[in-house]
Nanobody, 122 residues
């Protein structure tokens, strides 16, 4: 069993930056991912990182702007978000699972955090 708690969301102007954190308790050797869900839209893949942290995948919409990383000593995964755009506004969710690859769907992940709101103003 894994419990995930996100933090770091907030309100930022376009072009700004935020760093999301996800603290995990329990077993830690999972693939970790970030998803987001905007009002009226499906939950979409943002990024994933392998257990070792050596491999990552990103959605095309965030490549070059977002960076996912993890610190296994702290059981924490991060999402550094730069050059934020209004279309990045969403609730961001941290997730843990066993599958690893590009464009993973939500069903590939077994555990979810409660989400943190990110709002980007134009």
């Amino acid at each position: 069993q894994v419990q995930l708690v996100e933090s770091g969301g907030g309100f930022v102007q376009a072009g700004g930056s935020l760093r999301l954190s996800c603290a995990a308790s329990g077993r830690s050797n999972y693939v970790m991912g970030w998803f987001r869900q905007a009002p009226g839209k499906e939950r979409e893949f943002v990024a994933a990182v392998s257990w070792s942290g050596s491999s990552t995948y990103y959605a095309d919409s965030v490549k070059g702007r977002f960076t996912i990383s993890r610190d296994n000593a702290k059981n924490t995964v991060y999402l550094q978000m730069n050059s934020l755009r209004p279309e990045d506004t969403a609730v961001y969710y941290c997730a843990a699972g066993s599958a690893f690859g590009p464009n993973l769907g939500p069903r590939a992940f077994d555990y979810w955090g409660q989400g943190t709101q990110v709002t980007v103003s134009s």
